[in-house]
């Protein structure tokens, strides 16, 4: 990993020099808060991400997933598809590049 840098922001806007070496007390003490507060904020993602997956898992859990086709029949047209693309046979979302509804078509 590369060591930390440290600039003085007062004299320095612009972050030419790098004064870690001259403060290396006050690089140890903020890599130490940083470790810290990016450790909690990861706990926290990691335990709020493994609710969400719960949570789903659990809500589809008796569901089954609705076939592409089904959820695109008589609802959406074909901009573009590939030569020689089946609209009745492909599943939309892996050969779409934009479409829109039968109601906006009718405007």
């Keep these: 990993a590369p060591r930390p840098k440290l600039f003085n922001l007062n004299v ?6 790098d004064v870690a070496s001259q403060h290396p007390e006050m ?3 903020l890599s130490s808060e940083y470790d810290a507060w990016f450790a909690e ?14 949570h789903d898992r659990t809500y ?3 569901r ?7 959820l695109f029949d ?17 599943d939309p979302p892996k050969v779409f590049r934009g479409y829109w509804s039968n109601e906006e078509m009718s405007r």
Excluded: K
């Design 41 to 54: 904020v990861m706990y926290e993602w990691q335990m709020s991400r493994q609710e969400i997956l719960e």
């Design 12 to 17: 320095d806007p612009a972050e030419r020099f």
């Design 60 to 62: 589809w859990n008796d």
């Design 74 to 90: 008589d609802y959406w047209l074909w901009r573009y598809a590939p030569p020689g693309t089946n609209p009745q046979t492909t």
């Design 27 to 29: 690089v140890h003490r």
């Design 64 to 70: 089954t997933s609705p076939d592409p086709r089904a």
